[in-house]
Nanobody
Framework: QVQLVESGGGSVQAGGSLRLSCVASGYTYSNYHMAWFRQAPGKEREGIACIHRIGYTAYADSVRGRFTISRDNRKNTLYLQMNSLKPEDTAMYYC????????????????WGQGIQVTVSS
């Protein structure tokens, strides 16, 4: 059974930092590209960062330079280091796995976590 379990969310003031983690199980993690998405109330789900199974990364303009995606294939874990957080970063954050490509489009992804809330106050 495939599982993606996010942790590390919470509330922080603008300018602060958080680190999200996503532990994967039930599939061969190292063979999959991984990504972080987010969805704010009333908005569509947005791909913000992906990491290829061999380590290449891509970011949405909204987070480039502030967020860093990384992976540890020995621990089957995906990370998102979020710095210089802004109120507009407030959203539910999801990790996702793709057997097809490292991109920022949701249809590319096979497996999804349940999501974790990040709230940034001004």
């Amino acid at each position: 059974q495939v599982q993606l379990v996010e942790s590390g969310g919470g509330s922080v003031q603008a300018g602060g930092s958080l680190r999200l983690s996503c532990v994967a199980s039930g599939y061969t993690y190292s063979n999959y590209h991984m990504a972080w998405f987010r969805q704010a109330p009333g908005k569509e789900r947005e791909g913000i960062a992906c990491i290829h199974r061999i380590g290449y990364t891509a970011y949405a303009d909204s987070v480039r330079g502030r967020f860093t995606i990384s992976r540890d294939n020995r621990k089957n874990t995906l990370y998102l280091q979020m710095n210089s957080l802004k109120p507009e970063d407030t959203a539910m954050y999801y990790c996702a796995a793709s057997s097809r490509s490292c991109g920022l489009g949701a249809p590319d992804y096979n497996y999804w976590g349940q999501g974790i809330q990040v709230t940034v106050s001004s």
